[in-house]
């Protein structure tokens, strides 16, 4: 696929910018769905399943990003929670509008709008991550994402699993 992409159209997925990435994206996506529904939705994480279980022999904690579906029988949720042992963490993007309030991201497709409300429910916990995309200085965001994934990380790793244990769902936090 990869290949594919870069042949017609001159980008590496792995390696360009938001821009070009969306130039893309529908390719990207319907490739993902042909493979999820061919496999009844275990393509992805299949593919991931053992060298997250070496991992976690030697790492406490493993983050896995893009978890986006829910629609199968035994889907990526399933997956995280009972393969996996772990927890939901939905993150939504959001910015402060000129009056205070707080405004969600856009979904980028059909496919996002679709299942991010069904995520959103099936999460363990919910979490508002403050939008710096506007921030010009290169140095000044960096130092508030590290701040911000430092903050998330100490609770994923201390926090987070105490709650899930007693059963509770954690409210809406931002950082």
């Not at 696929?1 to 130039?23: Q, V």
């Not at 406490?60 to 963490?89: A, C, H, N, P």
């Not at 916990?125 to 200085?137: F, M, Q, T, V």
């Amino acid at each position: 696929m990869f290949l594919l992409i870069y042949e017609n159209y001159g980008i590496n997925i792995n390696d360009c910018t938001w821009e070009e990435k969306n130039t893309v994206r529908k390719i990207l996506v319907a490739h993902g769905e042909i493979k999820r529904e061919m496999s009844k939705g275990t393509h992805w994480f299949e593919k991931l399943t053992e060298e997250i279980s070496e991992a976690r022999k030697t790492h406490k904690t493993v983050f896995i990003t893009d978890i986006r579906f829910s629609e199968y029988e035994y889907d990526e949720v399933q997956w995280v929670r009972d393969t996996l042992d772990g927890f939901l963490v939905h993150i939504s993007r959001l910015k402060i509008d000129d009056t205070g309030a707080i405004v969600s991201h856009p979904p980028v497709n059909l496919a996002e709008k679709e299942n991010d409300p069904k995520l959103a429910t099936a999460s363990d916990y919910e979490l508002g991550w403050k939008d710096i995309s506007e921030e010009k200085d290169h140095v000044q965001k960096q130092k508030k994402l590290s701040k911000a994934i430092d903050k998330f990380s100490r609770w994923a790793h201390y926090g987070a699993r105490q709650y899930k244990q007693a059963g509770r769902k954690h409210k809406i936090t931002h950082i």
